[in-house]
């Protein structure tokens, strides 16, 4: 197993937002959400990143795993949890959606991706670290 390190989530970071950056270059705003998915796994995968998507997500409950549908888009690395979005307006919920899968999966980092802006540097991404990430050697 390898040593994960802050210096290694925020190298992969970096990998995951410049591939976003190159769907979005490639694709540009006004597709569907699904499209930015498979196309940015694509390129995660071009780039030599291990990807999953779309796993269930279990919630354990006082003893009982709640049987809600809640999938991840993508996880990269194992490690980073990826949301994409393909929407005009961001709403607070997509954020807390993203802090919520990444405590109950414990990954440290996520991203929040939104494909139907003009700049995704600029405007169309947010990301996020917990407790996890915090406990992390620096290297």
């Known amino acids: 197993m390898r040593n994960v390190t802050k210096k290694l989530i925020n190298e992969l ?16 705003p006004g597709l569907l959400e699904s499209s930015y998915e498979k196309a940015l796994i694509h390129e995660l995968n071009l780039r030599g990143l291990r990807t ?19 999938r991840y888009d ?15 307006e961001m709403h607070p919920v997509f954020s807390a959606v993203t802090l919520s899968y990444m405590f109950h999966l414990q990954k ?6 939104n494909f139907h ?15 996890f990430f915090e ?3 620096e290297e």
């Open 13 to 28: 970071s970096y990998q995951i937002i410049g591939a976003a950056i190159e769907v979005h270059r490639v694709l540009g």
């Open 52 to 70: 999953s998507s779309q796993q269930k997500i279990q919630i354990p409950y006082k003893g009982v795993v709640l049987s809600e549908d809640l």
């Open 74 to 88: 993508i996880l990269v690395e194992d490690l980073i949890i990826v949301e994409n979005k393909a929407v005009t």
């Open 108 to 113: 440290p980092k996520g991203i929040l991706f």
């Open 117 to 131: 802006v003009q700049n995704i540097a600029k405007e169309g991404l947010k990301t996020f670290v917990n407790l």
């Open 135 to 137: 406990e992390l050697p």
